[in-house]
Structure formats: structure tokens, C-alpha cells
């Protein structure tokens, strides 16, 4: 199995950018399709973006479109989410998530889809 640790994480003005990793070990990424995802204090688990292993568009919850970017490095067995323009909104514990399975773009957005998770990386945006 894929085991996934995150870093990348930190304290970030509003307006600022951070780009997080997700680095995998034990299996190549390449067997998988990846996401991350985000949970504030008090809120549940909520889509972020992903990226599947077959060729296509990345999917990206629709108040991340546009300031965020999801990537990945089957070579380097890496995934990133850069994220620009921050707002304290963003502010969360991110994690990264991998699955076996072949998901179709609507299902990239579901936590019980994904059977790996890392241990996720804070991310708080405050003056």
C-alpha cells in the first residue's frame, strides 16, 4: 500500500501563496488516482482537487477554481497543490488522498473514495 505524507504548510498572509507536497512511498503513484482535500476546525472534510492517473482535466472544488493548482510527479512519486491568492477561509488542515480505483470526474470529489490518507499540513492565512 501507499503510504502519503504531506508538507509544505504554514502561516500566510491573505493575498499569499503556498505550495503544498505530498510525497508517497511504497507504491508509485502512477497506480493511482490522487486529491486533496481540507477540513477547517468545527467543519467536515471538503474537496480541494484532484488529479487522476489517466489523462484529463483536474477537478477542482469551484471556489478553489482558478487560485489553486493540482499536480503530480509519477516520476518523482509526488503530488502538489499550489495555492494563490489566499484568503482566511482557506485556512484548514490539508490532506492529501489516494485511491486504486478509477474514478470518473464526479466521484473524484468523495472522501469514501479515497483508501489513503496522509496526515495532513495546517495551513492558516492571517495577518
Known amino acids: 500500500q501507499v503510504q502519503l505524507v504531506e508538507s509544505g504548510g504554514g502561516l500566510v498572509q491573505p493575498g499569499g501563496s503556498l505550495r503544498l507536497s505530498c510525497a508517497a512511498s511504497?507504491?508509485?503513484?502512477?497506480?493511482?488516482?490522487m486529491a486533496w482535500f481540507r477540513q477547517a476546525p468545527g467543519k467536515e472534510r471538503e474537496f480541494v482537487a484532484a488529479t487522476r492517473r489517466s489523462s484529463g482535466a483536474p477537478n477542482y472544488a469551484a471556489s478553489m477554481k482558478g487560485r489553486f493548482a493540482i499536480s503530480r510527479d509519477n516520476a518523482k512519486n509526488m503530488a502538489y497543490l499550489q495555492m494563490n491568492s489566499l484568503k482566511p477561509e482557506d485556512t484548514a488542515v490539508y490532506y492529501c488522498?489516494?485511491?486504486?480505483?478509477?474514478?470518473?470526474?464526479?466521484?473524484?470529489?468523495?472522501?469514501?473514495?479515497?483508501?489513503?490518507w496522509g496526515q495532513g499540513t495546517q495551513v492558516t492565512v492571517s495577518s
Open positions: 511504497g507504491r508509485t503513484i502512477s497506480n493511482y488516482d
Open positions: 488522498a489516494a485511491t486504486t480505483s478509477y474514478l470518473i470526474l464526479s466521484s473524484t470529489t468523495r472522501t469514501n473514495h479515497y483508501d489513503y
